[in-house]
């Protein structure tokens, strides 16, 4: 047997190929390796959430004054959505769920939100971990799979990962 000895090139080569392995690995740790998808077959937030079967209607009435009611029912919603609407999420608890389409974790959590009711008096709103890096900059995010329940002032009032369904992230908030 032989010994080979890497130059420095081929050893920063290494390291960074396990420095990016141990980074998508920390999503869930799942044992499958873990790629990007490519950019053809990748589907955008707003697309898959704009399938009525996937996500179903839950917007407010507006009140006697015309203005939304507060949101009793819970409700799984794109940042995008949320942003054009924010009044309508007034009473309820905002948590921002920074998902990465290639993490097992938060597909799993995804499935869970649009397969299930979200519980009354929360609203989970879906922001895309790649693309949002304003949001990732301004509350810390540093991992995939993070959830930030978030005041009516857009500030952060408590942060958590690993949550994997809507009764479970409900009971994370305070």
Known sequence: MTSR??????????????GIALT?????GSATPLAAPAASTAM?????????TAMPDKTAMPD??????????????????YQSSMAMYQGSK???????????????TDTALTGSAVPDGLT??????????????????????TFVQVDPAG??????????DGAAIKAQTT
């Open 155 to 164: 500030m952060s009032v408590k942060k958590w990962t690993g949550t994997k």
């Open 64 to 81: 006697k004054t015309g203005a939304p009611a507060a949101m009793a029912k819970g409700a799984y919603v794109t940042y995008a959505d």
């Open 5 to 18: 000895t890497l130059s420095r090139p081929q050893f920063t080569a290494a390291a960074l190929a396990l």
């Open 44 to 52: 955008s937030d707003k697309t898959a959430m704009s399938d009525k």
């Open 94 to 108: 905002v948590v921002l769920f920074f998902h990465a389409s290639w993490c097992p974790d938060c597909r799993a």
């Open 24 to 28: 998508l690995s920390a999503c869930g």
């Open 124 to 145: 989970v709103v879906k922001v895309d971990y790649d693309t949002a890096t304003e949001l990732k900059q301004k509350y810390g995010i540093t991992q995939q799979h």
